[in-house]
């Protein structure tokens, strides 16, 4: 899905103006900034409501302005993004030393992705620069994987807001530091660990002490309002029945239709292939969120790859 020039000229005149311009890309959208604009991005962490200490990613449109950015691309770091750019990945590198502490959080690191949604493209191809832009939510809330739920978070708060419809993967980008010897997943995602290791041999999974500063991975985040429970398969319908006997109203996402199930509860099934699970789960969750309930029980999903980056989402929006 492409966006018109009048479109892309009004997000790039929003960016050089230093405001802020939500936009899609394959994973979540996101709201971007100038990433050489300390005050255009002080608006992000402003609207989000999140603490500057959370860095963010900076995007760009292409290999050839990585040097803007990093001071150095270690060879497994070239690798996988010669392997997986554009795309679902985000790498940590050392930084320039002109970008933005903003940005940064302060540290030696910058994350930098480049994305392959074509809307993305032509933004970031017509900006010429890096746009500095975290998920378009709130934070600690459910990503916005479709336009409307970036108007749900923010309003009219954003400048522009491009419309390239539903993101195809649905969770937020994988992402790898490589600032050790060995590359580390600090978030799972669509990229996964398999596909990583082929490519560059050993990789470690999940932050260690010296690891940088990841708040997709605080324990709680990605969360509905409502209280979320993960719930084995075999105790679901039990579960939820009972619940809803004691009047309350329950919501459930499930991969599964209901075996017999009472009036006061919603089910949403989302079906058993993963691809698709993960596409639509923030919208489900959403749904869910907003269906009047009490309750919201998630059926537990496989202990399977293809389902880890879901199960990683789902423990987080678990946990308060
Ligand atoms: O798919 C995605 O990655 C989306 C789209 C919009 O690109 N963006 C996204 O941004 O999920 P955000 O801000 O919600 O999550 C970015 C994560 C945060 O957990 C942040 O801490 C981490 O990247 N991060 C950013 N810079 C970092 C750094 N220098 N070191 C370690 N983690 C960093
Ligand atoms: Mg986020």
Redesign the pocket.
Known sequence: MRATQTEIEAAVDALRDGDLVAFP?E????LGANASDPEAVGKVFALKQRPVN????V?IDDMRFLKRWVSELPPKAEQLAKAFWPG?L?L?LP?APQVLDLV??G?K???I?I?SHPMARQLLDAFGGGIA????NRFGRI?ATRPEHVREEFGDAVRVILDGGESQVGL??T?V?CLESTPRV??P?AVTLTQLRKLVGDVEMGPSED???????LASHYAPLTPLTLVPDAELDQMATELSAGGQRIAVLAQRMPKDIGPLITWINAGRRPLAFAHDLYANLRALDSAGCERILVQDVPAEETWSSIRDRLRRAAAR
Request: charged share 10%.
């Open positions: 890309t994973t979540v959208y996101g959370h860095p963010l990613i995007h679902p985000t940590i930084k940064t959080g540290q690191s910058v994350a992705r994305p832009a975290p998920s378009a990503s937020e980008s992402i530091s600090l978030r995602g690891s940088p500063r990841a708040p997709g991975s």
